[in-house]
C-alpha cells in the first residue's frame, strides 16, 4: 500500500520513521515546486536519489543496477546524490511525497553513508514549532529511555547537545525540567525529544495506577472480630 501526503502534515522526520520501521524496498517521490526527485530504498535505507521530470517514466527502470549503467553511475558515488538531492532539501516544507512499495529490483549491496537513523535526526533539526508540537504538547510530559537500542544510537549519530538531551531523560524529568537543565533553546529540546522518539529511544511514561484499598465494612468488620473471639 502506497503512503503518500502532504509536507505541510507529514514531516521528514514521520516518513523516514515509517520506511526505517517497516523495513520494505521501493521509491519515495517527493514533488516540490522547482523540482520533483525519486529516492530508491533498500530494505528501509534510502540509498541513491535523482531528479526526475516524468513520475511514470521511473516505473520502466525496473532493474536498479541496469539504472545505474544507463546513468553512468558507480555505487561509490550514490551517497553524493543523498547528500545533493535529499539532506540539503529536509528544510524544504512544501511539497507532496508518495512511497511505492516493491517494483523495483536490487541486486547486491550497495553503500549506506547515511542510515535512515542518521536522516531523522538530521531531518528534526529543521522541525517548525507547530511540527514539534504534535508529539511534545505538553511541558509535564515524562519520557523514558527505552533498553537496549546501542545500535540505534551508534547510526543516529547526535551531536553532544542531542547527547546531552538524551542523557537528561530518565523517566522522572518532565519536559520543563529537560529543557531548563539542558539550558538550551526549548524548541532545540523539542527537536531532539522528537526525534528520539522517532527513533524509539524514548517512549512516554506511563502513569503508575495504584490499587486502591478496599475499604472494611462494619458487616465485615463484625465477622472478623467474631472470628476472633470464637478461636
Do not use: H
Not at 529490483?105 to 536522516?119: A, D, F, N, R, T
Amino acid at each position: 500500500m502506497a503512503l503518500t501526503g502532504d509536507l505541510r502534515s507529514f514531516n521528514f522526520v514521520d516518513i523516514f520513521q515509517v520506511i526505517g520501521r517497516d523495513r520494505k524496498s521501493g521509491i519515495l517521490f517527493v514533488e516540490w515546486k522547482d523540482l520533483t526527485c525519486a529516492y530508491y530504498v533498500k530494505g528501509g535505507e534510502i540509498i541513491f536519489s535523482r531528479p526526475i521530470d516524468k513520475v511514470y517514466r521511473v516505473y520502466a527502470d525496473k532493474n536498479f543496477d541496469l539504472l545505474l549503467s544507463k546513468l553512468r553511475m558507480r555505487a561509490e558515488s550514490l551517497p553524493k546524490t543523498i547528500e545533493r538531492f535529499l539532506i540539503s532539501r529536509l528544510n524544504i516544507k512544501e511539497g507532496i511525497f508518495s512511497f511505492t512499495p516493491g517494483f523495483i529490483k536490487y541486486g547486491g549491496e550497495y553503500p549506506v553513508v547515511y542510515p535512515i537513523e542518521e536522516l531523522i535526526v538530521l531531518a528534526s533539526r529543521y522541525l517548525t514549532p507547530e511540527e514539534v508540537e504534535r508529539k511534545i504538547s505538553d511541558e509535564l510530559l515524562l519520557f523514558e529511555r527505552v533498553p537496549g537500542k546501542e545500535e540505534v544510537l551508534q547510526k543516529a549519530k547526535l551531536n553532544q547537545m542531542e547527547e546531552r538531551i538524551l542523557s537528561l531523560v530518565d523517566g522522572e524529568r518532565t519536559v520543563l525540567q529537560i529543557r531548563q537543565m539542558a539550558k538550551q533553546d526549548s524548541l532545540l529540546v523539542d527537536r531532539a525529544l522528537y526525534a528520539f522518539l522517532a527513533l524509539e529511544l524514548i517512549r512516554r511514561k506511563k502513569k503508575e495506577v495504584k490499587q486502591k484499598q478496599t475499604p472494611i465494612t462494619l458487616e465485615l468488620l463484625a465477622k472478623i472480630i467474631e472470628r476472633i473471639r470464637s478461636l
